[in-house]
């Protein structure tokens, strides 16, 4: 019997020459790059009204089916607890950077000397986790609230989160983002990582997510440190964060043909190249305003397309080559 561990075993799969050619053929719309079925750069009198429901049913069947899978690290969402730490340090970077952006007044001089270690900058912050799977992010140790339109995926990240008393501020619901939407909570940070690509309406989902980001400066409890700095300097709204992959041909090989097809690290079927998002357009989406008389999130933009570093950034994971995943970071305006 081999002792080879099953991560090392699946990596030494040999397709054939033959095997890989066949899977690497391109979709025949793929050079017309195709958009998802609801664009994220369509004018706002163009899109679907936000009514329009974002939850694909079949998605959700099928991560319900894979649910147990979750915490398997070497198993179907091995890239996803590879790629976990990139984004909870991108999340608290962006956070850091953004509070100490604000003004060298005497007052914010004398605050900094309360600014917490990198790994406690969330820490007195409301997150919510849009469609949290598992919840692999979920775990970072925020007051986060974690829901997810798969009831299967929420009874496994409940059940996880349970052995660990580390983690007794997480709460897991099953709910869409739609259904929070209509409920007075809002949150200083909004994150949702690898869902947009599943959604059946990308520009209402991120409506729904925007809509949950807390305007201004939120109210905190003055008898922390933590939170005495937060609310000092926490101007002038909530964050958003995303995950996703861009549609480009070699996203196309290294995640349907190869992660799918060829070395099956992902269930066949998981992704539709159509849906995936291309990184300009959230940026696109958040240069026209989100309801009619308010102020873009994304002023303006630069070289490339790419938005000013204080309102937005995006940036590939660096372990993954060529930027066929990405992050996005927007921030809510003051006056929206």
């Known amino acids: 019997m081999s002792s080879e561990s099953p991560c090392i075993a699946r990596s030494r799969q040999n ?19 195709p958009r998802p079925r609801y664009p994220l750069d369509a004018h706002p009198e163009q899109q679907q009204p936000t009514s329009t429901s974002t939850v694909n049913d079949a998605e959700i069947a099928h991560f319900s089916r894979l649910s147990a899978l979750w915490w398997d690290e070497c198993g179907e969402f091995s890239l996803l607890h590879k790629m976990n730490a990139h984004r909870i340090r991108f999340i608290r970077e962006k956070v850091l950077e953004v509070l100490r952006a604000a003004d060298h007044d005497e007052s914010s001089i004398a605050m900094r000397a309360l600014e917490p270690e990198p790994s406690r900058v969330l820490e007195g912050l409301d997150v919510l986790d849009v469609g949290c799977g598992g919840g692999i992010l979920s775990e970072a140790r925020a007051n986060t609230l974690a829901i997810d339109a798969s ?160 309102e937005a950034e995006l940036r590939g994971l660096a372990y993954v080559p060529w930027r066929a995943n990405y992050l996005f970071w927007v921030r809510r305006p003051k006056d929206t």
């Open 15 to 33: 397709p054939s020459i033959t095997t890989l050619l066949r899977a690497s053929s391109l979709p025949n719309s793929f050079h017309t790059s």
């Open 151 to 310: 009831g299967e995926n929420i009874c496994v990240a409940s059940r996880h989160a349970s052995a660990d008393p580390g983690l007794a501020m997480l709460t897991f619901r099953h709910a869409s983002a739609k259904v929070l939407v209509q409920e007075p909570k809002r949150f200083d940070i909004v994150c949702s990582m690898e869902v947009i690509e599943h959604v059946d309406n990308p520009a209402a989902f991120l409506r729904s997510c925007a809509e949950l980001v807390k305007v201004g400066n939120a109210h905190y409890n003055p008898s922390s440190s933590l939170t005495l700095f937060h609310s000092h300097f926490f101007q002038p709204g909530g964050h958003l964060f995303l995950s996703t992959i861009a549609r480009t041909p070699l996203s196309y090989l290294l995640t349907i043909v190869a992660a799918e097809k060829v070395f099956r690290l992902i269930e066949p079927g998981t992704h539709t190249f159509s849906k995936i998002i291309n990184p300009e357009e959230p940026v696109g989406f958040f240069t026209k305003p989100l309801e009619q008389g308010a102020c873009p999130w994304i002023s303006r933009t630069y070289a490339y397309g790419l938005p000013t570093r204080v």
